[in-house]
């Protein structure tokens, strides 16, 4: 068992390496950072709900309240529970990286950037299909540029996309049993 769990810590050390030092070049070092920085999500995360608070439906207006439970369900899960389970050291604390932001100072496992974005595009696609074809590629995009930036080794991305997964699906059944298409009535009255 202790052989398995060493080829799986040495094989994500690997991948870490090949993403971080072997695919980094002048675009990705340009890129990967504004994609990931806590701010440009906040904000993207804040027009995103403004837009659908103004040109959704009354279903997809109920959903924004959905999207932020799915957010603190994914963080506190993700943050304040496992995290301090698994103890993880960032990358950027152990090893010899090309760190592109700053390190942080909590541990790794999982991403909570990967939790959050997976958690609200599989909520989405459950509610509303066609964003989740915008959302999903774009949860991807994310979790790739922590292991780019340097912050988090693939397993920790792959957990937390798991997480949030698993979260958006499960709060999406909770919508859809409260709020089905066919019930509710459109606004406007009549």
């Not at 870490?16 to 990967?32: E, G, Q, R, S, Y």
């Not at 609200?120 to 922590?146: C, D, E, G």
């Not at 997964?165 to 406007?188: D, M, S, W, Y």
Request: glycine letters at 6%.
């Amino acid at each position: 068992m202790l052989d398995l769990i060493q080829s799986l810590i040495s094989a994500d050390h690997s991948i870490f390496f090949f993403i971080n030092k072997t695919l980094a070049n002048p675009v990705t070092d340009f890129i990967m950072p504004l994609v990931t920085i806590d701010l440009h999500l906040k904000i993207f995360y804040g027009f995103c709900l403004a837009l659908i608070l103004w040109k959704g439906d009354r279903r997809l207006r109920y959903a924004v309240i959905f999207s932020l439970i799915t957010v603190a369900a994914t963080d506190l899960i993700a943050s304040a529970f496992l995290k301090h389970l698994f103890a993880r050291p960032r990358p950027c604390h152990t090893l010899d990286i090309r760190l592109l932001v700053p390190c942080g100072a909590g541990f790794s496992m999982p991403s909570s950037h990967a939790a959050n974005l997976f958690g609200q595009a599989f909520l989405f696609h459950s509610i509303a299909r066609k964003i989740s074809w915008y959302l999903i590629p774009f949860a991807i995009i994310v979790a790739l540029s922590r292991v780019f930036v340097g912050v988090h080794y693939p397993a920790d991305i792959l957990v937390g996309a798991a997480l949030g997964t698993v979260i958006g699906f499960l709060i999406a059944k909770i919508f859809c049993r409260i709020f089905p298409e066919r019930i509710i009535p459109p606004q406007g009255g009549g």
